[in-house]
């Protein structure tokens, strides 16, 4: 990452109708005088992709379609699961080589039209027939840098003016050739994308750390809630019983019966907390899950709550531990219990019917304080990764407007 950073901090900021010293007003914003500012038609050659038979589809080349330009601003093969068999002069034809930009010509929502993604490799892909190719005429963009700074702010509101349609968006050669990008010296240009880019390294590598822990977990859930591995200092026999014998399935209330307003008791249902109340239904830790609509996703709660009538709540009985079984939940194929051909639906009685294998109350403490620990991990590691891409939102916004100079 480029190591100078001059933070420009012209007197009076950069205000909506202010335009600081060493600054200028274009189509794309407020960007620095020596920066300069382009067409896409004077930048590049644009290319309608290919429609192939329904047969020529699961083989042959790899083809960038809709959903990787939509996600992706920076493009590689191996991001490009789709096949395609072509022929020669149509391989020729519709080619993606390394620094090409490629636009999705239709989308669901005017705000996803012709968002920028760059090709950043060297193997040989083709593009799809809802893409459209841009060719750079000359070396005078660097190619990363395109990436970030055509998907910009100043670039996208003038796209999303241009797109049409009143059921899908769409947008064709003749407006993208109209769009004004902005265009720093080719320097800074790299320097934009190089620090750029080690934001998004920081960000893959906690979404790679992210996974892994989270399969960590599993594992540990599995081997733990099974007894196939045991906790030091514990070798009591597990006891297989009914859930029903453990806690007691009991029905949520209805929203109608609760003073919704700014209370300190969560009002809950199966998505989460939908709103808050002057008072509680229950006030012991407890494992909920849904009884209509989303069941298959337990929560946990330690304090006061209310619960409304499309949740299950549950009462431990004796010292058992409720984040126990919230975590002996999370591996209970819930669908499998399903009562309802239409909105998936629980009953309490199958609920509390349903048999497994418990260890006693300590070693019950002792497995929750391992896996909550690996818990604690997890949400340190999305915080960070929240917090990363918070920065990343700010660098684009301060770098490819110019209020951060890279020297």
Sequence with gaps: MAEALQIIEPEGGFGQDRVPDGYKLTEVGVIPKDWKTIK???????????????????????????????????LTSSDVPGLVTLRPNQLKTYLVKRGDILFNRTSETLEEIALASVYLDEEPIVFGGFVIRGRPKAPIFDPSYCGYAWRAAGVRSQIIAKGQGAVRANI????????????????????????????????????????????IKQGAMQ?????????????????????????????????KNV?????????????GQIGSANHFLYDKPSVLIGRKGTIDRPQYVDRPFW??????????????????????FQLIDWYRYNEASGVPSLNAQTIEKIEIKIPKPDEQIAIVKVLSELDDEIDALVARHSKARQIKTGMMESLLTGKVRLA
């Design 40 to 74: 896409l038609g004077e930048v590049c050659d644009f290319q309608n992709g290919v429609n192939a038979d329904a047969k020529s589809y699961g083989k042959g080349i790899r083809f960038a379609n809709v959903l990787e330009v939509l996600t992706l601003s920076h």
């Design 172 to 215: 064709g050669q003749s407006d993208l050739r109209t769009i004004v990008v902005p265009m720093p010296p080719k320097e800074e240009q790299e320097a934009i994308a190089e620090a750029l880019s080690d934001q998004d390294a920081l960000i893959s590598n906690l979404e790679q750390l992210i996974e892994k822990k989270r399969a």
């Design 223 to 255: 081997e733990l809630l099974s007894c196939e591995r045991r906790l030091p200092g514990f070798d009591d026999e597990w006891k297989t019983t009914p859930i029903g014998e453990c806690l007691t399935i009991c029905h949520g209330r209805s929203q």
């Design 259 to 271: 003073q919704a307003d700014n209370g300190a008791y969560p009002i809950l249902a199966s998505g």
């Design 307 to 328: 619960t409304v009538d499309t949740l299950f709540y549950s009462q431990m009985n004796g010292a058992n531990c409720a984040m126990f079984f919230y975590y002996v």
